[in-house]
């Protein structure tokens, strides 16, 4: 166990729906990454908060945006959902500090039909 | 601007045999250099990570890493597969103020009876 929380484990969804995908952190952390996870497109990192704030962008669509709340949790959303978009979301935690490990959660599946 | 290649991106090796999973990397300063397993349906996990000290590093079920600055490589070894070793291994890098911490695409390793 990671200490990395994600809800939901499984999700599917319709195209042209929007979901939220949470991740609580490890307890302290205040690095949170968001990774998308697809057969045909490996590990794609999304986007990095810290402390609240966006510290870092990949390739995020624009359909997707993301935020870190004061308690430190995260949440993914995704509208306007696309085939292309099943993927598996991870979540991950870093603590603060050069050379830290960064932390997965173990994901959320998310099917898009 | 930081990147990872791990060549490879399947490799398979009979049970026993030595496993090299290779991975170089590109960095404009000095980087700190991770190894994650993931395991089917899983999250990814720290198998071993290097920061500063003692090139040679070793981590979890047998695995060990060799950073060489002259090579920019970090690949990964461990002298003898086993069964349960069958997983996506993943190589990343991240500078030493802690940004950007960047994934390599991914080798799946498949271990044969």
């Known amino acids: 166990d990671s200490g990395v929380t994600q809800t939901p484990k499984h999700l599917i969804t319709a195209t042209g729906q929007r979901v939220t995908l949470r991740c609580s952190p490890r307890?302290?952390?205040?690095?949170v990454y968001w990774y998308q996870q697809s057969l045909d497109q490996g590990l794609q990192f999304l986007i990095q908060?810290?402390?609240?704030?966006?510290?870092a962008k990949g390739n995020i669509l624009e359909r997707f945006s993301a935020q870190q709340f004061p308690d430190l949790h995260s949440e993914l959303n995704l509208s306007s959902l696309e085939l292309g978009d099943s993927a598996l979301y991870f979540c991950?935690?870093?603590?603060?500090?050069?050379?830290?490990?960064?932390?997965f959660g173990e994901g959320s599946w998310l099917t898009v039909v | 601007a930081q990147s990872v290649t791990q060549l490879g991106s399947h490799v398979s090796v009979s049970e026993g045999a030595l496993v090299l999973l290779r991975c170089n990397y590109s960095?404009?300063?000095?980087?700190?250099l991770f190894w994650y397993v993931q395991y089917p349906n899983q999250g990814l996990q720290l198998l071993l990570k290097?920061?500063?000290?003692?090139?040679l590093v070793k981590g979890i079920n047998g695995f060990e890493a060799e950073f060489k600055k002259s090579e920019t490589s970090f690949h990964l070894t461990k002298p003898s597969a086993h069964m349960s070793d069958a997983a996506e291994y993943f190589c990343?890098?991240?500078?030493?103020?802690?940004?950007?911490?960047?994934f390599g695409p991914g080798t799946r390793l498949s271990v044969l009876p």
């Open positions: 991950a935690s870093r603590p603060t500090g050069a050379g830290n490990t960064i932390y």
């Open positions: 307890s302290g952390d205040l690095s």
């Open positions: 908060y810290y402390n609240g704030e966006e510290r």
């Open positions: 960095s404009s300063v000095p980087p700190y």
């Open positions: 290097y920061t500063t000290g003692a090139t």
């Open positions: 990343a890098v991240t500078p030493a103020n802690g940004q950007n911490f960047v």
